[in-house]
């Protein structure tokens, strides 16, 4: 029986080979991270009046023949429209056994194109949680919220873990772990997780993020390194150590603190506290075992940060606590860590656009 944690690259090709994990084409080993897999898309979008949860008593088929206005055949490149909602049927369908959920998150580069984009699931309650047990199809919604964009069949937007038993550690843990080898530069701040903060101090220069243009052209998700960024983005400056969010306004920017994710953990963002201000940091991400490792190259890796201004105009100063990891255990350690066996385009990043556009 599986040990309780997250699990490994290897476990989950023991999952494909079991039926656990099937696919409309075969899985390609690029898909498999150390603690993740990529979800790839199908060949037909959906264009619906509203995001939706299927409901206890329903599946995302009927929920589709509700809520459907037209289809979008994929193949070739379509383009999903800014401020639409779409929801395209993955490749991979699952089977769990019993003890064991999943969970889902946008893929990094998807996160910083302010690209929503969440996992449904048949009889499901909940965005990107896929249920103890649960064996059936997955589906993702698509809402592009700063940049229309090009999609593809086969292309991977989302990324889904596999936990077995109870898998989150413990503050207590995280010190112990923080202790005997520091997974953040700093004293960390940990209290249901580990909190980190913004930097809008640099060591050099004064550009400490980029918000995205409000009209710009189409990003097609299978150009990289291509885009001038200075077309999407304008450079967010400051000399005095806090910015001023505007409403509506999507921001990238970057965590004060370099973070670690050792090799028989795994991390997930998530929300530091509802009342820290008027604003939201998107939560793209999984961590994979092996990111910030030093001896995966990862020395001085920090986090990228997605924000949304809300209501209200709001001061963000240098420091401030805007997030928090929740760290998780591994079940076994994988056999390519982050950065190291698996090319990564984000190791060791500060500041950084999504790998579409160049510099």
Request: hydrophobic fraction near 40%; glycine fraction near 10%; charge should be negative.
């Amino acid at each position: 029986m599986t040990k309780p944690g997250v699990l490994a690259d290897h476990q989950i090709r023991e999952m494909l080979d079991a039926g656990r994990i099937a696919s409309d084409r075969p899985v390609a080993d690029g898909q498999i991270q150390p603690a993740s897999l990529d979800l790839r898309l199908g060949d037909t979008a959906y264009r619906v009046r509203a995001s939706f949860l299927a409901g206890r008593q329903r599946t995302v088929k009927d929920r589709l023949d509700d809520f459907k206005m037209h289809e979008v055949p994929l193949d070739g490149g379509a383009v999903l429209e800014k401020g639409c909602v779409y929801v395209v049927p993955l490749m991979e369908r699952l089977r769990l056994p019993k003890g064991m959920t999943a969970a889902a998150s946008a893929k990094s580069s998807i996160g910083r194109l302010d690209l929503l984009t969440r996992i449904i699931t048949d009889h499901g309650v909940e965005f990107d949680r896929v249920p103890e047990g649960y064996d059936g199809p997955l589906y993702v919604e698509i809402c592009p919220r700063s940049f229309s964009v090009v999609a593809k069949p086969g292309q991977m937007l989302n990324q889904i873990i596999f936990r077995q038993g109870k898998t989150l550690m413990s503050d207590d843990e995280l010190a112990a772990l923080h202790a005997q080898s520091p997974i953040v530069s700093g004293d960390p701040v940990i209290s249901d997780g580990l909190g980190f903060s913004v930097d809008l101090k640099p060591a050099e220069g004064t550009l400490v993020g980029y918000r995205a243009k409000p009209h710009t052209g189409v990003v097609d998700l299978s150009r990289l390194d291509h885009y001038d960024p200075a077309e999407f983005w304008e450079e967010v400056h400051t000399k005095d150590g806090w910015i001023i969010l505007d409403p509506g306004a999507f921001y990238i920017l970057v965590s004060r603190e370099a973070i670690v994710i050792p090799p028989m953990q795994a991390a997930e963002m998530a929300p530091y506290l509802a009342m820290v201000g008027e604003f939201r940091v998107h939560y793209a991400g999984f961590f994979d075992p092996g990111f910030g490792y030093a001896e995966a190259g990862g020395a001085g890796s920090r986090g990228v940060l997605e924000v949304r201004c809300h209501e209200a105009p709001f001061v963000l100063e240098h420091g401030q606590v805007v997030g928090r990891l929740v760290y998780e255990h591994m079940a076994a350690m994988p056999a390519a860590l982050y950065g190291r066996e698996i090319k990564s385009n984000y190791q060791g990043q500060g500041l950084k656009l999504s790998k579409h556009f160049r510099g």
